[in-house]
């Protein structure tokens, strides 16, 4: 007969981190053309909640050290191969997948908000890169910007998708588990 035990998986630090992220974002994103001051903060917020992810990659707890999730492309390829068969393991922590999800969405964001600041150096004459890039890069920077934001949008909806399924497959609510921090140890 198996019992459950809760295990803490992901501490409040890093939960409080992830939902920050999501609203940063999403105000970002949605106020990308009327709302410059909304925009520019929710993007310093993004900025300021990378630092914050770097720094807890090294000192947090076990799940949310990058060396106890972070693997090569290939692990993370055979992982999804595995999960295409619905025979993929579970992971208390972060899954292969979800690892090299973490370090797109991570770098994703991260060149957004460089792009972002760029952006409103040259049309703005503002930020911290508005002493490097002339106002004469402004329309290239603005699609790139654009292009990058757009490029992180369709991870996060990866992302969304992936949670969906390896919840599916594996019975348990992981958005919930990033609500409270705790997941299933399955014991015989």
Same mark, same amino acid.
């Given at each position: ?37 909304? &925009?520019?903060? $929710? =993007?310093?917020?993004?900025? /300021? @909640? %990378?630092?914050?992810? +770097? ?38 922590? &972060?899954?292969? $997948? =979800?690892?090299?999800?973490? /370090? @797109? %969405?991570?770098?994703? +964001? ?79």
């Amino acid at each position: 007969m198996k019992s459950e035990k809760l295990v803490k998986v992901w501490d409040l630090p890093l939960r409080v981190f992830h939902w920050l992220l999501v609203a940063g974002f999403l105000l970002a994103y949605l106020t990308e053309d009327d709302f410059l001051v909304i &925009h520019v903060w $929710a =993007g310093y917020l993004v900025l /300021a @909640l %990378l630092i914050f992810r +770097l720094i807890w990659g090294f000192m947090g707890n076990e799940y949310a050290r990058f060396s106890n999730f972070l693997c090569s492309p290939l692990k993370s390829l055979t992982y999804l191969k595995d999960l295409a068969g619905l025979k993929s393991q579970r992971y208390i922590g &972060h899954n292969p $997948a =979800g690892a090299a999800m973490i /370090a @797109l %969405l991570l770098l994703s +964001l991260l060149l957004t908000v460089i792009s972002g600041l760029a952006v409103y150096g040259a049309d703005q004459g503002a930020g911290p890169l508005a002493f490097i890039v002339g106002s004469s890069y402004e329309g290239l920077l603005e699609e790139t910007h654009e292009l990058l934001a757009n490029c992180t949008l369709v991870l996060v909806f990866v992302h969304i998708l992936g949670v969906g399924i390896e919840s599916y497959i594996h019975r348990e609510n992981l958005a919930k588990a990033m609500v409270h921090g705790f997941k299933k140890i399955l014991s015989k």
